[in-house]
């Protein structure tokens, strides 16, 4: 029963120093994210309504990727607490061995593990096609709602150019706008008191509805132009293209992957089975890694701690591009480095508990 208090005092311990980790990082990747969209809804490149669905979107699928590493600090963080106040040393008057601590994180990390695989192989993927269409519709709608008074937007790569000296807080409403249209050698110059845009519900196209105004058709550098004066002129303005079907392998969901044959969707598979398994390695890692006397700094085995994460990280990284480009079978993939990994932990660990000199004793006490 005392070790079992124990060891959920350790999990309970572990897992806020996790959520205050997971938090900062969090906030951090949100602020530049938001920072960003921002940055590309002031450009007119992106429908400013929808930043905060995209940030939401955009959170989901690539928080996945912070969860092992959160983990791994909260466990360090944990258990260098322990050894600093000298909790470790009262444990182990109570008979309660590193094997002890070592059980309840791993059982809690199994557990993780399991909330990184749903999140990996079915959350993030209906996350990052969700936030793929929000992005290409927002792009899209970016066209007329991107118009901003004094300067120029262009569409269509070029061929329609649109000039607004005023518009209104939601710029559907434009004051004197100058509209130039390019139709292969000939050039269309518009001129207009006013317009608003039009959506055709019938298939979706856009039109800039220009009021009282001049239009002049004419080629450039030519003296033969036609004037004409209207009181309502429709300008149909040309969507970004979509950029076909294709989709980023990140939003491809398990049975998809499954399916696949190829390198690509190979890698990816192992890519996101491995953050379930660098979960378990990294947070039993921190077990060995978090030991410090009691003067020890509280950050003290900090540095050394995402030195080490993101060497794994990036060797793994370098192993699933390999992978995809075919430069490494996929049958030994990622595999070697979760392997090496586990081999380190291991040896740790048996060294933390009294290596090679415990097991002669034991030998010699006939205990094993």
Known sequence: ??????????????????LAVISVLLLIYISNRFVRYLAEAAAGEL?????????????????VV???????????????????????VAMQAGGVGVQHLVRGIAVMSVVFALLVAVMSMYVAPMAASSAADVTHQ????????????????????GDHIIYVEDASTDRTDLT???????????????????????????NGDRFMVLRDGHRYEGEPGSADFVIHAFKTHGVRVVKKASG????????????????????????????????SLSSVLLALLAVPLARASSRSGKYGKLFTAVLI?????????????????????????????????????????????????????SRRLGMV
């Open 1 to 18: 029963m005392q070790r079992f208090i124990i060891e959920r005092y350790l999990v309970r311990e572990s897992l806020q120093n996790f």
């Open 176 to 202: 004197n706008v100058f509209v130039q249209v390019r139709r292969g050698e000939a050039l269309d110059i518009v001129y207009a008191a006013g317009a608003s845009q039009f959506v055709d519900k019938g």
């Open 309 to 361: 994460y993101f060497i794994y990280s990036n060797v793994l990284s370098i192993a699933q591009k390999a992978v995809e480009r075919g430069e490494l079978s996929p049958y030994i993939g990622v595999w070697p480095v979760h392997l090496i990994m586990a081999a380190i932990v291991a040896y740790l660990l048996f060294m933390m508990a009294g290596g090679v000199t415990r097991l002669r004793v």
């Open 138 to 157: 927002a792009r899209s709608d970016s066209e007329v709602t991107g118009i901003y008074p004094g300067s120029f937007k262009d569409f269509d790569e």
């Open 244 to 275: 076909g079907a294709y989709r980023r392998l990140e939003e491809y969901g398990l049975n998809e992957l499954l399916r696949g044959s190829g390198h690509a969707t190979q890698a990816e598979l192992q890519w996101r089975v491995s953050l």
């Open 47 to 63: 429908d400013s309504s929808v930043i905060l669905q995209l940030l939401l979107l955009k959170l989901t699928a690539n928080s």
């Open 66 to 88: 912070l969860l092992p590493l959160s983990l791994f600090i909260g466990v360090l963080l944990a258990m260098g607490r322990f050894y600093r106040d000298s909790e470790i």
